[in-house]
Nanobody, 115 residues
Framework: VHLVESGGGLVQPGGSLRLSCAASGNIFRISTMGWYRQAPGKERELVARITSGGNTNYADSAKDRFTISRDNAKNTVYLQMNSLKPEDTAVYYC??????????WGQGTQVTVSS
């Protein structure tokens, strides 16, 4: 599976961005999709996850500000990020998990929140 993220960039504090991740192949709709992020000097951490059935869970830092969604017809998962803070600055990675197979990762997209 090939994952391609887009939508990152530079935004001011309080602003919004929507990340997209397009997946190749035919297992997207039956896979759990996630967004992770890694800030400089820190470990990669889960931001949000959505199952094939549409159930979601979020890191505490993302609750009430971020929304994960998926469009199975487009093989795409989204992360709508609102009220962005400087501490949200990181490289954001798309993640696909199918059954017990090794997960797939995208190449990452940089999000920078700064005035």
């Amino acid at each position: 599976v090939h994952l391609v993220e887009s939508g990152g960039g530079l935004v001011q504090p309080g602003g919004s961005l929507r990340l997209s991740c397009a997946a190749s192949g035919n297992i997207f709709r039956i896979s759990t999709m996630g967004w992770y992020r890694q800030a400089p000097g820190k470990e990669r951490e889960l931001v949000a996850r959505i199952t094939s059935g549409g159930n979601t869970n979020y890191a505490d830092s993302a609750k009430d500000r971020f929304t994960i969604s998926r469009d199975n017809a487009k093989n795409t998962v989204y992360l709508q990020m609102n009220s962005l803070k400087p501490e949200d600055t990181a490289v954001y990675y798309c993640h696909l998990q199918f059954a017990n197979l090794s997960p797939d990762w995208g190449q990452g997209t940089q999000v920078t929140v700064s005035s």
